[in-house]
């Protein structure tokens, strides 16, 4: 009899991993979150610990032909305190697993983990531990993190109510449209090996793509601020792929107006060059890692003069009503394109 096969393509991302979720129980007492946030959240006394782990791989998160290994080592450390920003924790540790081929030199291996150095710095987390071994030809970067905030003090995508404000951070699209002018530099350099990249007039887009950083500041200033997001996730996947997690988590509805979706003026530009609609790239592109969090009404007068943190629309009580007010005052369904690897 034939066995029955199932492609991943038809479940998707976010069905596989709903799939597995499905299988397993929680036995201990301390898991206080397991799958289904930015990190896990496990009972620690006073405090909670966030755990969070994220992969990178050659050919699918980056190409080494305009991916600097150094960059690279920092963007596996940023995305993963990201996740970390997102519960409203602060990272402490992280453990790296390395998988590497003989195509990598020693001084390969430095410089990766000379990014590695800088963010930990930067984040102040300590590298505690991780594997290393062989690769047959790409080059896997995993990095796991571990971060800590009071109990109580965690924030779940499962929080927002009804009339809450929906606030993201910095800018977005940016890392999408930054990905487009590496693959096109990258194809004029192999049609013509004497051609030098122009990148210039794209510094700030092309840095979205190769040097993103955790809004950890944001996590620090919301603290002083005495705000406490009621919901929040980092922009791995795009805009709207997370809006749908939290309005999925939270079982509320979101509302958005795309005038006030923030995007970089160098950005917008490029993309029109490109032919692409910049909001379009901002709601799906992904990888930003900026914060999207919903805040209570109360809150808003703290915040409201914030230069880096805009208001982009609110919450309603009807979960199945995720809608997107265009320019011209359209309103339509909001929908999640997201990352598609598989
Ligand atoms: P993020 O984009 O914030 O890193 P993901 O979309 O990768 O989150 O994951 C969503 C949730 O699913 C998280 O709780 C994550 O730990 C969990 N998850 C992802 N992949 C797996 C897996 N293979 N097995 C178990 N849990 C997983
Ligand atoms: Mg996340």
Known sequence: ?????????????????????????????????????????????????????????????????????????????????????????????????????????????????????????????????????????????????????????????????????????????GAYIGLQILEREKAVYKANPEMQPELDKYEYTVSRQLKPEARMDIIYELADLGIRPTAMIDVSDGLASELLHISASSGVGVRIFEDKIPIDEEAYTTAVEFKLDPFTCALNGGEDYELLFTIRQDDFEKIKNHADIHFIGYVHPDPKQNVLITKNGNVVPLKAQGWEHF
């Open 1 to 173: 009899m034939e066995e029955k096969r199932t492609e991943i393509s038809q479940l998707g991302e976010f069905g596989l991993i709903n799939r597995i979720a499905n299988n397993f129980s929680l036995h201990q007492a301390s898991s206080l979150k397991g799958i289904g946030d930015d990190a896990a959240v496990i009972d620690a006394g006073d405090d909670v610990m966030l755990v969070s782990t994220d992969m990178l791989l050659e050919g699918i998160h980056f190409d080494l032909s305009y991916m600097p290994l150094q960059h690279l080592g920092y963007k596996a450390v940023a995305v993963n305190v990201s996740d970390i920003a997102a519960m409203n924790g602060k990272p402490e540790q992280i453990v790296v697993g390395l998988g590497i081929s003989n195509r990598f030199s020693v001084e390969a291996v430095d410089a990766l983990y000379k990014g590695i150095h800088a963010a930990c710095e930067n984040y102040k987390v300590d590298l505690v531990g991780g594997d290393t071994t062989a690769s047959p030809s790409g080059l896997v970067i995993s990095v796991s993190v571990l971060g800590r905030t009071r109990k109580g003090n965690e924030v779940y995508r499962s929080g927002a109510k009804d009339k809450d404000i929906i606030c993201v951070t910095g800018d977005l699209g």
